[in-house]
């Protein structure tokens, strides 16, 4: 039986998670989003009512879409909130221990049906569900960042994401506009197991001398007709983000190719880890 979708959780304020409650309430659905504290709640809130300003002054959306679509979010700090909610989607930082402390929570809080997905770049779909009673019911949802901008919805199963949430997961997901791949729990999936290789290896290039900064950047947009240098990419991912996912790849995979360059470990270590910090390959004004 197919699922019907009216309210969305989104557990984190942050670039991604305000991202997937903007697509969602502009989509239609009622949109609870959770965070830590009532301050980075009021930042993800002023982030969505900003890029639907944008929208607007665009003309690619009406002032009454942009109301309606902003009246649909409640915000607040406790998971609770999300007791009735048809979905949740985690977008919380890239790490393993709090992805499965969240979806301990989940499967207490949530509803029976409802579908636990992650927003995880990297991890392991079938380890997330291992921490709930409900494998079926959990599936992987990456969105690609910019998420209002991008078409895409990487959509994971686990060992056990059941045919029915899969599909009912792939749905919702074209419902908010998206174009879905699916792919298999192998570290990395599709997009980062292909991507984060070629930011590293950028990083060799210019730990070795092959080139600077800019060269590599350039070379590869004009080279390989990439909108965006694989440096400047990776300060905007962060390069904090680039690093888990590396590591990911290279535990998992076990393989020495996918081994991160101490360059890239070096600039995490001294905080900069690319556009949110103001320092990563370049300097940026906050």
């Not at 301050?39 to 009406?62: D, N």
Request: net charge negative; glycine share 10%; aromatic share 4%.
């Amino acid at each position: 039986m197919t699922r019907e979708f009216h309210r969305i959780g989104v557990l984190g304020a942050g670039q991604m998670g305000n991202g997937i409650a903007q697509v969602a309430a502009t989509a239609g659905l009622d949109v609870v989003m959770i965070d830590l504290d009532e301050a980075a709640c009021a930042k993800g809130l002023a982030t969505i009512e900003h890029s639907l300003g944008r929208l607007v002054r665009k003309e690619r959306l009406s002032e009454a879409d942009r109301d309606a679509a902003l009246a649909r979010v409640t915000t607040g700090t406790s998971m609770e909130a999300f007791a009735d909610c048809d979905i949740v989607v985690e977008a919380v930082v890239e790490n393993l221990e709090v992805k499965l402390d969240v979806f301990r929570t989940l499967d207490r809080i949530c509803k029976p049906g409802a579908i636990l997905a992650t927003n995880t770049s990297s991890i392991s779909i079938t380890h997330i569900a291992g921490a709930t009673n409900r494998p079926d019911d959990v599936i992987g949802m990456h969105f690609m960042n910019p998420v209002p901008i991008m078409k895409l919805v990487e959509v994971i199963r686990g060992l056990a994401t059941s045919d029915a949430t899969h599909a009912d997961t792939c749905a919702l997901a074209e419902r908010l506009g998206k174009t879905t791949v699916t792919a298999a729990d192998y570290p990395g999936f599709i997009v980062n197991r292909i991507l984060m290789p070629m930011i590293n290896e950028a990083v060799y290039a210019l730990m070795e001398g092959v080139g600077t900064v800019e060269d590599i950047d350039v070379a590869m947009k004009l080279g390989t007709n990439q909108p965006m240098g694989p440096l400047t990419l990776a300060d905007f991912i962060g390069l904090d983000t680039c690093l888990a996912i590396m590591e990911v790849l290279h535990d998992g995979l076990g393989d020495a190719k996918y081994r991160p360059c101490p360059l890239l470990r070096n600039y995490v270590l001294a905080g900069w880890h690319g556009r949110k910090s103001g320092r990563g390959f370049y300097t940026y004004d906050k």
